[in-house]
């Protein structure tokens, strides 16, 4: 039996669309799940909303278990084949808050501070700690299985385990499979959907759509620039940062605009506020959808819950489809996190890179890309400099390697002095506590 072990399986509603994908895939639908998490109530919440599928979808064909906490962490992943991981260590509160407040003090804005930024370095440090415990126990009790991360920030997590333990990683995310999809929809080019042909390679979040062709291989670009250069020119839109990477860069970018907005130090910019409102930028999104989504969670597990109706459809997610490859080694192509490894000729070795990746049962073989565009590239390594840092101070505890890492930042080096990024990263190791244990002594 396959044995699929779904870390921070409080995270329900993405737990409901992995593992829901998982039951609605013949070669899976009998697996063992095992259900993970140190929150009692969320981890119940969990397994009644995966037993219904389960009973609905799946005519109770799974087997459902779940593990509490961390004495019982080693038992969750145990012979496990797949291991898929959806962890935010910290939650909402008290880390993520903390993550937008302290920094706002310093006169710097973020909208989701989840990849990069001061926020997203944050997270990454009180997050390894977790991770390397995962890759210990992976590494005595199940050596062979795939860890599928899926936790932000996503290139310095998946780089990390791919660096520095032996743990068979790749790194996913959900903007890959429907980039080309919402652009050309939002341009109006729907009838070049289908048949079309890509190339997008980068690093997460900031993946370039290098190549579009339709049916017949003509080139899509000259439309696609010629479009979104007028609908940005004539209209307020929730995509306008990529829209102008299209006019600047001449490349559409795989992440949304209000994440962009705050990978680089061109839009938001205490400088010219005005910025905001031209380009449309919700500044303090993510937490903004945090209570969004919590209020809307709570609704929705009471429906559930009162009749315990509930289905499901296999999503876009590419975690079943790895899985369903690997199992059956019927090939599928994703795009993957993985060391670069000369898969970019222009990045370096050690950055986790975006590349075209085939599955099959001999695992996951990343694609050979050649160079990106320079200035492409260019954009890449202004994140990707902060990344390795960030890496390096997990790695040798070093506050003054945290301060590096916010120095080389491209938005906070705009907005702040070196004597506040120092000031902002002491008083946020300090409010982090023990998530940043490692750092409480300079």
């Given at each position: 039996?396959?044995?699929?072990?779904?870390?921070?399986?409080?995270?329900?509603?993405?737990?409901?669309?992995?593992?829901?994908?998982?039951?609605?895939?013949?070669?899976?639908?009998?697996s063992e799940i095992a259900l993970y998490d140190i929150d009692a109530k969320r981890l119940e919440e969990s397994e009644i909303i995966l037993k219904a599928i389960n009973h609905n979808v799946n005519q109770d064909r799974a087997v459902i278990k779940t593990y509490l906490g961390v004495e019982n962490r080693k038992d969750a992943l145990?012979?496990?084949?797949?291991?898929?991981?959806?962890?935010?260590?910290?939650?909402?509160?008290?880390?993520?808050?903390?993550?937008?407040?302290?920094?706002?003090?310093?006169?710097?804005?973020?909208?989701?501070?989840?990849?990069?930024?001061?926020?997203?370095?944050?997270?990454?440090?009180?997050?390894?700690?977790?991770?390397?415990?995962?890759?210990?126990?992976?590494?005595?009790?199940?050596?062979?299985?795939?860890?599928?991360?899926?936790?932000?920030?996503?290139?310095?997590?998946?780089?990390?385990?791919?660096?520095?333990?032996?743990?068979?990683?790749?790194?996913?995310?959900?903007?890959?499979?429907?980039?080309?999809?919402?652009?050309?929809?939002?341009?109006?080019?729907?009838?070049?959907?289908?048949?079309?042909?890509?190339?997008?390679?980068?690093?997460?979040?900031?993946?370039?759509?290098?190549?579009?062709?339709?049916?017949?291989?003509?080139?899509?670009?000259?439309?696609?620039?010629?479009?979104?250069?007028?609908?940005?020119?004539?209209?307020?839109?929730?995509?306008?940062?990529?829209?102008?990477?299209?006019?600047?860069?001449?490349?559409?970018?795989?992440?949304?605009?209000?994440?962009?907005?705050?990978?680089?130090?061109?839009?938001?910019?205490?400088?010219?506020?005005?910025?905001?409102?031209?380009?449309?930028?919700?500044?303090?999104?993510?937490?903004?959808?945090?209570?969004?989504?919590?209020?809307?969670?709570?609704?929705?597990?009471?429906?559930?819950?009162?009749?315990?109706?509930?289905?499901?459809?296999?999503?876009?997610?590419?975690?079943?489809?790895?899985?369903?490859?690997?199992?059956?080694?019927?090939?599928?192509?994703?795009?993957?996190?993985?060391?670069?490894?000369?898969?970019?000729?222009?990045?370096?070795?050690?950055?986790?890179?975006?590349?075209?990746?085939?599955?099959?049962?001999?695992?996951?073989?990343?694609?050979?890309?050649?160079?990106?565009?320079?200035?492409?590239?260019?954009?890449?390594?202004?994140?990707?400099?902060?990344?390795?840092?960030?890496?390096?101070?997990?790695?040798?505890?070093?506050?003054?390697?945290?301060?590096?890492?916010?120095?080389?930042?491209?938005?906070?080096?705009?907005?702040?002095?070196?004597?506040?990024?120092?000031?902002?990263?002491?008083?946020?190791?300090?409010?982090?506590?023990?998530?940043?244990?490692?750092?409480?002594?300079?």
């Open positions: 039996m396959i044995k699929i072990t779904f870390m921070g399986a409080g995270s329900t509603v993405f737990a409901r669309n992995v593992l829901g994908d998982c039951m609605c895939t013949p070669a899976l639908c009998e145990r012979d496990a084949n797949f291991v898929v991981n959806a962890i935010q260590v910290g939650g909402y509160e008290p880390c993520t808050v903390t993550d937008f407040e302290i920094p706002k003090k310093y006169g710097l804005r973020q909208t989701i501070a989840d990849t990069l930024g001061i926020g997203g370095i944050m997270r990454a440090l009180r997050t390894i700690p977790v991770m390397k415990a995962f890759a210990d126990d992976m590494e005595e009790v199940c050596p062979d299985a795939w860890f599928l991360n899926y936790t932000n920030p996503m290139a310095i997590l998946t780089g990390y385990m791919q660096r520095y333990t032996k743990v068979k990683t790749v790194g996913l995310c959900h903007s890959v499979q429907v980039c080309s999809e919402g652009l050309l929809k939002a341009l109006d080019m729907e009838d070049k959907l289908e048949g079309r042909k890509e190339l997008i390679a980068g690093i997460n979040h900031m993946g370039w759509l290098v190549e579009i062709q339709d049916k017949d291989g003509n080139d899509l670009y000259p439309e696609i620039r010629k479009r979104a250069a007028e609908k940005n020119a004539n209209e307020k839109h929730n995509d306008m940062v990529r829209f102008e990477y299209i006019k600047h860069l001449g490349y559409y970018c795989t992440e949304s605009s209000e994440h962009n907005a705050e990978y680089n130090p061109l839009f938001i910019k205490s400088k010219y506020p005005e910025l905001i409102e031209n380009f449309n930028i919700p500044l303090d999104e993510y937490p903004r959808r945090c209570v969004k989504q919590i209020a809307g969670w709570e609704e929705e597990k009471e429906n559930i819950l009162k009749d315990g109706k509930i289905t499901h459809e296999r999503s876009k997610e590419y975690a079943s489809y790895i899985m369903e490859a690997m199992v059956t080694n019927v090939p599928y192509k994703i795009g993957g996190n993985v060391l670069n490894q000369g898969l970019i000729d222009n990045l370096p070795e050690d950055a986790c890179v975006e590349v075209p990746c085939l599955v099959d049962a001999m695992g996951v073989t990343p694609c050979h890309v050649g160079k990106l565009p320079p200035q492409l590239a260019a954009m890449n390594m202004t994140n990707i400099n902060p990344q390795l840092l960030t890496i390096e101070a997990a790695i040798n505890k070093k506050r003054e390697t945290i301060y590096q890492a916010a120095m080389l930042e491209p938005h906070t080096a705009a907005e702040l002095s070196i004597d506040d990024i120092v000031a902002m990263c002491d008083e946020l190791i300090e409010a982090h506590g023990d998530y940043m244990a490692d750092y409480q002594t300079k």
